[in-house]
């Protein structure tokens, strides 16, 4: 057995010996491609992998379905199926060879998009029937919407000053797919302050939308009503309410999006509508959400910029909140915030709450210049664990509200109307360079080990993994 076992091992390295009978399909097992993922190009499809050295093979083959779409060397990673039908489902297969042998392989199945494309009213394209950039649509009010069927990628080339109403929706499994990166011809949908509503998506479902602009509109931007829907990489600016809505029990997923100067609100909720925000730039407006929404909007590893959020349920985590005008209020509503940093030191126009309404804070840094304060609000309980308060106004207000503090540094803080102060942490928390913005804590810190443990999360405001114990107090954890 141990001879066996050792053979084995050795022709796993160098390849499987000589006769004996022995195939090379059967050395194979553990030394397959791996990694296999396929990119469409209209009836072309790129396939790469891994290429998982095996040893003593001539090479790899692509199939699509039963049929050898590509034949390449060792060592090569990708290769290049043509011919392929749309809206059809293939099943991609990578197995390497030797001879006529080959290894059992890995597989993508995979279904072929539609393409269709449209571009600006009053051009002259060709056929106009959107089956090409040549023969794109001529204008939205050109597209025929029965052939943007799940699986579509429709093209928006150029800028179009003109509304869209998309009238198609995607399944869970096969979305509908707007993309505005056409090579040299990028997509923008511009109102040009004349249009209400831009693009209006009432009552469709499972829509993407990836690389697109869209501005400029005199209420909304863009309005979804009802739906999942998911953006990526967009820019939506200077409406003349809000940048994005979203009512009727709508989720709307937004990604590396850009929502800036919205007149009122650069995403609002209404109506049990609601969002998941991941690593976007909210610059010159706010969030508001003023629905009783049935599900929790969440904003992660985002950036406000002259602007705060305001909703009726939600958490932000790792969150960075930049105050540089006369309006400092960064969080109202009800709320959570988690390992957010909330630098309102620009702020010089007056007293004002930097956290109204019914606000929780864990593990967040706040850091004033002697003027914005953390408001009591009548009716709520407000609960600060794990947080450093540096040079604010005041902690609490007069008014009727319960604000507790539970491991919390209020360093250089003025007045402190507080119904409780567990664990009180003093002293000057030691950033590592406060001027320069560095609020990481320096060796010796008395906030460094002091927090309370227990709250569950995993990730500082850095994406540092926090700690089972000695949790530090702020937003940066040192360990």
């Given at each position: 057995?141990?001879?066996?076992?050792?053979?084995n091992?050795?022709?796993?390295?160098?390849?499987?010996?000589?006769?004996?009978?022995?195939?090379?399909s059967?050395?194979w097992e553990?030394?397959e491609?791996?990694g296999?993922?396929?990119?469409?190009a209209?009836?072309?499809?790129t396939v790469?992998?891994?290429?998982s050295?095996?040893?003593?093979?001539?090479?790899?083959k692509?199939?699509?379905?039963?049929?050898?779409?590509?034949?390449?060397?060792a060592?090569?990673?990708?290769?290049?199926?043509?011919?392929?039908?749309e809206l059809?489902?293939?099943?991609?297969?990578?197995?390497?060879y030797?001879?006529?042998?080959?290894?059992?392989?890995i597989?993508?199945?995979?279904?072929?998009?539609?393409?269709?494309?449209?571009?600006p009213l009053g051009?002259?394209?060709?056929?106009?029937?959107g089956?090409?950039y040549?023969?794109?649509?001529n204008?939205f009010?050109?597209?025929?919407w029965a052939e943007?069927?799940?699986?579509?990628?429709l093209?928006?080339?150029?800028?179009?000053?003109?509304?869209?109403?998309v009238?198609?929706?995607?399944?869970s499994?096969?979305?509908?797919?707007?993309?505005?990166?056409?090579?040299a011809d990028?997509?923008?949908?511009?109102?040009t302050?004349?249009?209400e509503?831009?693009?209006?998506?009432a009552?469709r479902?499972?829509?993407e939308?990836?690389?697109?602009?869209?501005?400029?509109a005199?209420t909304?931007?863009?309005y979804?009503a009802?739906?999942t829907?998911?953006?990526?990489?967009?820019?939506?600016t200077?409406?003349?309410?809000?940048?994005?809505?979203?009512?009727?029990?709508g989720?709307?997923?937004l990604t590396?999006?850009?929502?800036?100067r919205g007149?009122?609100?650069g995403c609002?909720?209404?109506?049990t509508?609601?969002?998941?925000?991941?690593?976007c730039d909210?610059?010159d407006?706010?969030?508001?959400f003023?629905?009783t929404s049935?599900?929790?909007?969440?904003?992660?590893?985002?950036r406000?910029i002259?602007?705060?959020?305001n909703?009726?349920n939600?958490?932000?985590?790792?969150?960075?909140?930049l105050?540089?005008?006369?309006?400092?209020?960064?969080?109202?509503?009800t709320g959570?915030?988690?390992?957010?940093?909330?630098?309102?030191?620009?702020?010089s126009?007056g007293?004002?709450?930097?956290?109204?309404?019914n606000?929780?804070?864990d593990n967040c840094t706040?850091?004033?210049?002697?003027?914005?304060y953390?408001?009591?609000?009548?009716?709520?309980?407000k609960v600060?664990?794990?947080?450093?308060?540096?040079?604010?106004?005041r902690i609490?207000s007069s008014?009727?509200?319960v604000?507790?503090?539970?491991?919390?540094?209020?360093?250089?803080?003025g007045v402190n109307?507080?119904d409780?102060n567990?664990?009180?942490?003093?002293?000057?928390?030691?950033?590592?360079?406060?001027a320069?913005?560095?609020f990481?804590?320096?060796?010796?810190?008395p906030c460094?080990g002091?927090?309370?443990?227990?709250?569950?999360?995993?990730?500082?405001?850095?994406?540092?993994?926090?700690?089972?114990?000695?949790?530090d107090?702020?937003?940066?954890?040192?360990?």
């Amino acid at each position: 057995m141990n001879r066996l076992n050792g053979l084995n091992r050795i022709n796993r390295l160098n390849g499987p010996p000589k006769g004996g009978g022995i195939s090379w399909s059967s050395y194979w097992e553990t030394r397959e491609p791996s990694g296999i993922s396929v990119t469409q190009a209209d009836t072309t499809a790129t396939v790469t992998w891994t290429d998982s050295a095996v040893l003593g093979a001539d090479g790899y083959k692509v199939y699509a379905g039963e049929t050898l779409k590509a034949t390449v060397a060792a060592g090569t990673q990708s290769a290049n199926v043509t011919g392929l039908t749309e809206l059809t489902e293939y099943v991609f297969k990578v197995v390497a060879y030797k001879g006529a042998e080959e290894s059992t392989g890995i597989t993508l199945t995979k279904t072929t998009y539609r393409y269709r494309y449209v571009r600006p009213l009053g051009g002259s394209y060709g056929a106009e029937n959107g089956s090409s950039y040549a023969a794109a649509w001529n204008g939205f009010a050109d597209i025929t919407w029965a052939e943007i069927v799940p699986n579509t990628v429709l093209w928006i080339c150029g800028t179009h000053n003109e509304a869209l109403t998309v009238s198609a929706s995607g399944t869970s499994d096969l979305h509908i797919i707007f993309r505005g990166d056409y090579p040299a011809d990028a997509g923008v949908i511009d109102g040009t302050d004349s249009i209400e509503t831009t693009v209006m998506m009432a009552g469709r479902d499972f829509t993407e939308w990836s690389n697109l602009t869209v501005l400029q509109a005199t209420t909304s931007c863009i309005y979804f009503a009802g739906g999942t829907h998911w953006m990526y990489d967009c820019e939506i600016t200077d409406s003349g309410d809000q940048n994005t809505e979203v009512n009727t029990g709508g989720l709307v997923y937004l990604t590396r999006c850009t929502i800036e100067r919205g007149a009122d609100d650069g995403c609002s909720a209404h109506d049990t509508g609601r969002y998941i925000i991941n690593d976007c730039d909210l610059n010159d407006n706010g969030m508001a959400f003023d629905s009783t929404s049935t599900g929790l909007t969440e904003i992660n590893d985002s950036r406000f910029i002259k602007t705060g959020v305001n909703g009726a349920n939600y958490i932000a985590r790792r969150c960075s909140f930049l105050i540089t005008t006369s309006n400092p209020i960064l969080a109202a509503g009800t709320g959570t915030l988690v390992y957010c940093l909330l630098d309102i030191r620009a702020y010089s126009v007056g007293l004002a709450p930097v956290i109204d309404g019914n606000v929780n804070l864990d593990n967040c840094t706040v850091i004033g210049n002697n003027t914005g304060y953390i408001r009591k609000v009548a009716g709520t309980t407000k609960v600060l664990k794990n947080c450093i308060l540096y040079d604010l106004n005041r902690i609490g207000s007069s008014e009727v509200g319960v604000l507790n503090l539970v491991n919390c540094n209020k360093y250089s803080s003025g007045v402190n109307i507080i119904d409780s102060n567990i664990d009180e942490i003093t002293g000057d928390p030691l950033f590592t360079n406060l001027a320069g913005g560095d609020f990481t804590l320096q060796v010796g810190s008395p906030c460094r080990g002091a927090g309370v443990t227990g709250l569950g999360y995993t990730e500082d405001y850095a994406g540092n993994p926090v700690p089972l114990t000695g949790i530090d107090v702020g937003c940066y954890q040192s360990s």
